[in-house]
């Protein structure tokens, strides 16, 4: 099982970012997938989620209405379209498979808002 996340970097605030989770080794359509961030200090949060079919989405407070999670069920692949960055959301931005008891984590992405 292998999640690899890309997509992050240094962006200044009011920028935009795509990260994407490659994800191999599991049956990935039957998983719910979720991204998560931690930044220094703080506890991981959950930024959004989207399940298996039918792909229903959800997201923390923080970021709704800037973000937007999508998945590609052909390619093995989750997305995190993340709008109007601001600097307090710099953090490692990690992405989860979950189905009933299994779980599973890549091992993230830094995102670094800053002008």
């Known amino acids: 099982v292998q999640l690899v996340e890309s997509g992050g970097g240094l962006v200044q605030p009011g920028g935009s970012l795509r990260l994407s989770c490659a994800a191999s080794?599991?049956?990935?359509?039957?998983?719910?997938m979720r991204w998560f961030r931690q930044a220094p200090g703080k506890e991981r949060e959950r930024v959004a989620t989207?399940?298996?079919?039918?792909?229903?989405?959800s997201y923390a407070d923080s970021m709704k209405g800037r973000v937007t999670i999508s998945r590609d069920n052909a390619k093995n692949t989750v997305y995190l379209q993340m709008n109007n960055l601001k600097p307090e959301d710099t953090a490692l931005y990690f992405c989860?498979?979950?189905?009933?008891?299994?779980?599973?984590w890549g091992q993230g992405t830094q995102v670094t808002v800053s002008s």
């Open positions: 989860n498979a979950l189905r009933q008891s299994d779980s599973y």
């Open positions: 080794g599991f049956t990935f359509s039957t998983y719910h």
């Open positions: 989207i399940s298996s079919v039918p792909g229903l989405t």
